[in-house]
C-alpha cells in the first residue's frame, strides 16, 4: 500500500518475530527479513508486505516464496 502509512514500521528486524502458517498439516514460517520492504531514501522506515483483505481469503505473494521455486502450471 505505497502512499498509506498504516503499514509503515521501523526496519529493526529484532522488533518483529517470524510469522507461522499452517496449511494442511504443514507449518510455514515467513522472517521479518522477507516480510519487511526498505522505502526507497528512508534508511529507518520500512513497509509490511501484508495488508488487510476484504474477501476472508489469504493471498500468499513474495514474501511466502522466498527460499523456494514456485511453478505455475495452469495446464493441471
Not at 509503515?8 to 528486524?13: R, W
Not at 514460517?29 to 526507497?40: D, G, V
Amino acid at each position: 500500500m505505497i502512499g498509506n502509512d498504516r503499514y509503515q514500521v521501523p526496519c529493526d528486524q529484532s522488533l518483529f518475530k517470524d510469522v507461522k502458517f499452517l496449511i494442511d498439516g504443514h507449518w510455514y514460517t515467513i522472517s521479518p527479513a522477507h516480510y519487511l520492504n526498505a522505502i526507497p531514501d528512508d534508511s529507518t522506515s520500512c513497509r509490511l508486505a501484508f495488508v488487510s483483505g476484504y474477501s476472508g481469503d489469504y493471498l500468499m505473494g513474495t514474501p511466502f516464496f522466498e527460499g523456494y521455486y514456485a511453478e505455475h502450471n495452469f495446464d493441471t
